[in-house]
């Protein structure tokens, strides 16, 4: 399979992209959605190798220059797995499976009493437990900064960052001054995982030998609909039935109930962004904004951790309407970005979500904001689309280093802007 990007320039090459995902299964990786494609807008989708030189021959017929990004993503799927470190069991630096986080939240509790407690917030679709992580020193009616990872399942590296910070937050109090700091006056809500049975879907069949594959090549029309080998590890959304659909799952940061499925987001199941039947409709969903209700008269931030193209985005994405606060947030933003980019000079791009990357309602961002959570953040960590979903581990400490120092960042600007 090949990634292409191309950028189409008027409303005619955008038509041609329209023709080819109606016409062949096509992923798009960026936007996320072929309805999300616009004019002059940047484009990375994914097709089977076997109809990518025409697929090639096309975008060059109509005039669009493309790029292919990665030329065989079996050979990078294989290389996200680079880690030296390949050791069985949990590592900070290696992608681990939902079984060893689940695993790892217990550990990192049970050996940081004083620091991190371990609850449930509640069960996803498939019934598996939603843990979250409480990390900060004891104290009477602390502000709290909620961080979440893994909305969308094929964002890897979000659920590695999660558990980054809380090793940082555990490995580094008493050590570092901001950190103590931090902790003392503070509690970190963390969720490693949201989408959790979606996760665990993108670690199935993750090197299928694809003899499904050569089956279904006998008939080319089926094949086109099945794309068996990869579908897997690039599913996004979680694993839920629709009612009247053959087709499973709801994009969860399309499901919140700010501006819900009004823009960018799709109303068919079938559609990676779909909003699903109602606002929450999703039990992950449900039981991450029943928690934030529970706890509005704490929580002075939230951070949401996706990937990838290197953006900070806050509110809005449902509407273009800026936020009330947009100076404060745009400021705060800019110096987050700064501090990201002073480790190792990686450029992020920072602004409300509908004019920085795209508008798209629903999201979680944007409906805890109306909430009145001054302080909401997406991170759209590494890369730009070299690896794009599927970053090598190599990268994993980098990525959560150069991180780390913008949520430290966010923390301290919320902890000294109390509200
Ligand atoms: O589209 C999204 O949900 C996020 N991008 S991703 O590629 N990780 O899927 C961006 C979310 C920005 N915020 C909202 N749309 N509310
Ligand atoms: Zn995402
Ligand atoms: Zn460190």
């Known amino acids: 399979q090949k990634v292409f990007r191309v950028i189409p320039q008027n409303d005619e090459q955008v038509e041609i992209i329209n023709s080819i995902a109606s016409h062949i299964e096509v992923d798009f990786w960026q936007p996320d959605s072929v309805t999300l494609v616009k004019p002059k807008m940047q484009v990375d989708f994914r097709v089977e190798a076997d109809i990518s030189s025409e697929v090639g021959e096309l975008l060059k017929e109509s005039g669009m220059e493309y790029r292919v990004l990665i030329d065989n993503l079996q050979a990078a799927v294989d290389a996200q797995f680079d880690s030296k470190a390949r050791a069985t069991g949990h590592s900070y630096e290696k992608y681990n499976n939902w079984e060893t986080i689940a695993a790892w ?114 008939s080319l029309n089926l094949y086109l609909y099945f794309t068996i080998p990869f579908q897997d590890r690039m599913w996004r959304k979680t694993r839920s039935k629709n009612a009247g ?85 745009n400021s705060i933003a800019r110096a987050a970005s700064e501090q990201l980019s002073s480790l190792y000079n990686t450029k992020y791009t920072y602004g409300p979500g509908a004019t920085t990357i795209y508008p798209a309602a629903g999201g979680s961002d944007d409906w805890v904001y109306d909430q009145g959570i001054k302080y909401a953040f997406t991170f759209e960590l590494r890369d730009t689309g070299r690896y794009g979903f599927v970053l090598p581990e190599s990268q994993i400490k980098p990525t959560c280093e150069e991180t780390l120092l913008a949520v430290k960042y966010i923390a301290n600007y919320t902890l000294k802007h109390l509200y």
């Open 105 to 218: 939240t217990a550990d990192i509790a049970a050996q940081n009493p004083d620091l991190v407690s371990h609850s449930v917030i509640g069960e996803t679709y498939e019934g598996r437990p939603m843990y979250l992580l409480k990390v900060g020193k004891s104290g009477a009616n602390k502000a709290a900064i909620f961080i979440d990872c893994g909305f969308h399942a094929r964002e890897w590296i979000s659920p590695a960052f999660c558990q980054w910070f809380v090793k940082e937050a555990v490995g580094t109090y008493g050590k570092d001054t901001t950190m103590t700091t931090l902790l003392d006056s503070l509690d970190f809500y963390v969720l490693p995982v949201v989408n959790i049975d979606g996760y665990v879907y993108t670690w199935t069949n993750v090197s299928t030998s694809c003899w499904k594959c050569q089956l279904l090549k006998l």
């Open 245 to 329: 659909s053959r087709c499973l799952g709801t994009d969860p940061n399309r499901n919140f109930n700010a501006g819900w499925c009004s823009i960018g987001a799709s109303k068919s199941p079938c559609d990676s962004t779909y909003c699903g039947s109602e606002p929450e409709s999703e039990k992950e969903t449900k039981a991450l904004a029943d928690f934030i209700r529970q706890h509005l008269s704490t929580i002075k931030a939230y951070l949401t951790i996706h990937s990838y193209s290197q953006l900070l985005l806050f509110p809005y994405s449902y509407t273009y309407k800026l936020p009330s606060h947009y100076e404060e947030l």
